[in-house]
Every structure is written in structure tokens, then in C-alpha cells.
């Protein structure tokens, strides 16, 4: 994975959005601190092939690589320097403190601030008052599921209250909240997949990012995968449920800031199966667009549409699938670009 994660699209639902995208110029310099600071192995987790990186980054190596980053022009004022993998806040605290320190001159040359990601049983009062006076700007909790039984199966070590007190300390302080929930996990169902997006809207976070299971090889999953006892569900089944999903998030104004994981050449040689695709995210924004469609065909008798350039490729659908999908059941349709700022699809004339 690279490790400047740029331009990332971030989706502002608008009052009659269909999907809410928007591509704002924001970046996150990403550093990877694999595995330290994790009390558990769950039962998915391979934070190597995942991110790409086995080594342990210092705060020379931080400060040399903000440094590169504004050397090569990159806008201080849209960017946050983000701490992935692991659990940030459960790391050895000289070594956090180490980290954290190192941003603070790049804080002062106008970074938005510091983004990190944990899990929620490592956010005590006394962890938020450090990362407060550190400039931390969007703490992200890696919920997963918030059915207990689901995050026993999967090894997590937390419960659902753990994400529920975790994420009202972080609003208390002021901080930005992100949370993060996984898709067809081992035990879990569709229906406890809604459960888990429902509960976590309810706790109203700046933002989501939505991880399908990816099963890697080496991991619980990926032994219970081989045995034949786990399987997730099927693409197609996967796929409305992820467009549902995103749907959900995106109704209640809730940027889904990421949808699946990246693809790499460290996640594709070790995957052994799951919900994994490059364009996941284009193929369930596509979904949505098509029912869209279906629906303004079939109560409009309308065959051509305008939609804002920036979604037109979803709208058409990946290898331009929405397309063939009408045409096969005999119904020719035509969508093409419009500058409107609205994000839903219309009729042509309109
Ligand atoms: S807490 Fe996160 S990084 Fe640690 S093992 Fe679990 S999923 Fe992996």
C-alpha cells in the first residue's frame, strides 16, 4: 500500500443524495505501525499483507517522511498525518509518545492534525488526555461488529459497549470519530451485518469505512476457511448488502470514506477467498445506481438520463454492466454527463 494515501474520495451525503460522492482534496499521510500494541490476534487480521509493511517506523523515520512530502509540494492544510494499523493507543507509551512528538513541528507548518486508529477498549480518559494536547484531530475505532458474539468468534477481545463508551469519550473531547465495521465475519449474518451498521449510525461518527471480510492465508480465518467450516457469503449476496449498507450510512449523513480494502500484490498472493474485489466500492455504487434506474424506468417510462460527471462511471456500472443489464432484458437506455451538482441521477429532459 502506498503510503501517501491521496486524494482520498470522501462522500458528502447531500439533502437528496443517491450516493454522496464528492472528491474533496483531502490526504492522510499514512504510517503503519503493525501488530505492536495488540493484545489479540483476530481471527482476520493480517495487519503485514494488509499494510504492506513489517518494519516499525521512529520518529526520525516520520519526520523524514513529512518533510519529503511537503518537499514535493503536498498541502498542509488538507492533510492529517494518520497512524494505521495496530492499536495505536495500546503501543508501548514511550514509543507513542515518541511518535506523537515527532508531528509536532509539521502540526505547526499547518497540518489539519494527527488521525489514528485503535481498537475501543484502549480509550481511557487518561490515553484522551494525551492525545488531546497532541494535536490528535479523528481518533478511528475499529469496531467490527457490535454483536458480542460475533467479536468473541472473531477473537477481538472487546465488546459492543467497549465501542459505545470509547466513541461518546472521544466525541466528549472534542475529537473526530471514525468507525470501522467488517462484513461477513465468522458467525456473523446479514441481518446482524444491518445490526452492526445500525448501532454504529446511532452513535453518530464523523465518518465509516466499511471492510468486507478478505480472508488471508496464515490467519483463523483463513484455517477455518481451508477446513471448509467458514465461508462468507457470495459475491452477489455481498454486493447488495454492501450497497445497502453504503446506502444506510450515506442516508444518515455519514461520510464512507473507505469500502473494501486496497489492492495490492501483498493482499492478492496471500488471499485465499472472502469478499475481495479492486473495484468493490464502483461495483456496489453501481448497484445502487441500477435499482435507481429500475425504479425511474418502471415508474417514469424514462430511458435517458443526466448524472453529474464525476458518477458516471458508476452509473453505467463497471464494464458498463447497467447498460447490459437493461439491454438484455430488451430496454436500450442512455445516461450521460451533466455539470448539475445535485448527486441523483435524472430524466434527461429535466
Ligand atoms: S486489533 Fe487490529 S491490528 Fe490488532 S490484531 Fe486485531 S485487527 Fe489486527
Not at 494505521?84 to 492534525?113: D, N, V, W
Not at 459497549?161 to 470519530?177: F, H, N, P, Q, T
Not at 486496497?262 to 441500477?290: F, K, N, Q, T, W
Request: hydrophobic share 40%; proline share 5%; glycine share 8%.
Amino acid at each position: 500500500m502506498s503510503l501517501w494515501e491521496s486524494s482520498l474520495a470522501v462522500r458528502i451525503p447531500v439533502a437528496d443524495g443517491l450516493l454522496g460522492v464528492k472528491p474533496m482534496s483531502h490526504s492522510n499521510i499514512s504510517i503503519f505501525v503493525p501488530h505492536l500494541g495488540c493484545p489479540h490476534r483476530c481471527s482476520f487480521c493480517d495487519q503485514n499483507a494488509i499494510t504492506g509493511s513489517n518494519a516499525l517506523p521512529d520518529g526520525e523515520y516520520v519526520k523524514a517522511l513529512l518533510s519529503k512530502a511537503l518537499d514535493d509540494g503536498l498541502d498542509p492544510a488538507s492533510s492529517e498525518i494518520a497512524f494505521f494499523g495496530g492499536s495505536f493507543t495500546a503501543i508501548p507509551r514511550e514509543y507513542m509518545l515518541e511518535l506523537l512528538e515527532s508531528c509536532q513541528p509539521f502540526l505547526k507548518q499547518g497540518f489539519q492534525g494527527i488521525r489514528l486508529s485503535t481498537r475501543p477498549d484502549c480509550v481511557s480518559y487518561e490515553i484522551l488526555d494525551i492525545l488531546r494536547d497532541y494535536g490528535v484531530r479523528t481518533v478511528e475505532l475499529g469496531a467490527q461488529s457490535m454483536d458480542d458474539s460475533v467479536l468473541l468468534l472473531n477473537e477481538r477481545g472487546h465488546t459492543s459497549l467497549d465501542v459505545e463508551l470509547a466513541s461518546s469519550r472521544i466525541k466528549e473531547y472534542g475529537i473526530r470519530l471514525g468507525l470501522q465495521m467488517m462484513v461477513g465475519l465468522y458467525g456473523s449474518t446479514k441481518e446482524l451485518d444491518i445490526l452492526t451498521a445500525k448501532r454504529l449510525i446511532a452513535l453518530n461518527p464523523d465518518e465509516a469505512r466499511i471492510y468486507p471480510v478478505a480472508v488471508m492465508r496464515g490467519t483463523t480465518l483463513g484455517r477455518l476457511y481451508e477446513s471448509g467450516e467458514y465461508r462468507t457469503y457470495p459475491m452477489d449476496e455481498a454486493l447488495e448488502l454492501l450497497a445497502k449498507l453504503l446506502s444506510m450510512f450515506s442516508e444518515s449523513g455519514i461520510p464512507v470514506i473507505k469500502l473494501g480494502l486496497h489492492s495490492s500484490v501483498d493482499v492478492e498472493s496471500r488471499l485465499l477467498g472472502g469478499i475481495y474485489h479492486p473495484a468493490l466500492r464502483e461495483l456496489c455504487e453501481s448497484l445502487i445506481y441500477r435499482r435507481e434506474l429500475e425504479s425511474m424506468i418502471e415508474k417514469e417510462g424514462v430511458r435517458e438520463f443526466t448524472v453529474p460527471k464525476r458518477n458516471l462511471s458508476s452509473a453505467i456500472g463497471h464494464k458498463k454492466s447497467n447498460l447490459s443489464y437493461f439491454r438484455e432484458k430488451g430496454i436500450e437506455i442512455s445516461i450521460k454527463p451533466s455539470d448539475s451538482q445535485t448527486e441523483r441521477l435524472l430524466p434527461a429532459q429535466i
